[in-house]
């Protein structure tokens, strides 16, 4: 029964509807990323290497075994050519990454900077601003009355 009181109070919490979300949106961006790496970047990537296809470069370790047409033995190969071609995928992924989350970390610092009147600032921060802006007028007050004291 406490299982069940602890899944419950998670559930509740919203802590569940934000990893479904977060699964959701990751998936989606996953996809765009995908297409991105390859059908924007990779393309002018294989322009500057004339077209090579990495997945295919291979060391043959042994060749394939054929005899009346049938492969008896299959090639051994060390296929490093696939290798490559994930790690620019990676590279061009975490750069991409990277760049999408600077661009979301400026917006929140604009949209939180409450001079700022060309993003729309979130309430939270208009009432911390608000609350910040009351304090300091009702210390200032407090001590030009201890002054005059």
């Not at 934000?18 to 959701?24: K, L, S």
């Not at 989350?101 to 911390?128: F, G, S, W, Y």
Request: positive net charge; glycine residues 4%; proline residues 2%.
């Amino acid at each position: 029964m406490k299982l069940i009181k602890e899944f419950k109070e998670f559930a509740v919490k919203g802590n569940m509807i934000d990893i479904a979300i977060g699964v959701i949106i990751g998936a989606s961006f996953n996809k765009v990323i995908d297409v991105l790496v390859k059908q924007i970047m990779m393309p002018p990537l294989s322009m500057l290497t004339n077209g090579i296809n990495f997945s295919e470069k291979r060391i043959i370790l042994n060749d394939a075994i054929i005899e009346n047409g049938e492969e008896i033995a299959k090639e051994v190969a060390i296929g490093y050519g696939l290798f490559i071609e994930t790690i620019l995928d990676f590279t061009i992924i975490a750069a991409t990454v990277f760049l999408v989350v600077r661009a979301m970390n400026r917006l929140k610092r604009r949209a939180q900077n409450t001079k700022d009147t060309t993003v729309e600032t979130p309430k939270e921060i208009e009432i911390l601003t608000k609350i910040s802006d009351l304090i300091e007028a009702q210390n200032s007050f407090l001590k030009k009355q201890r002054k005059s004291a």
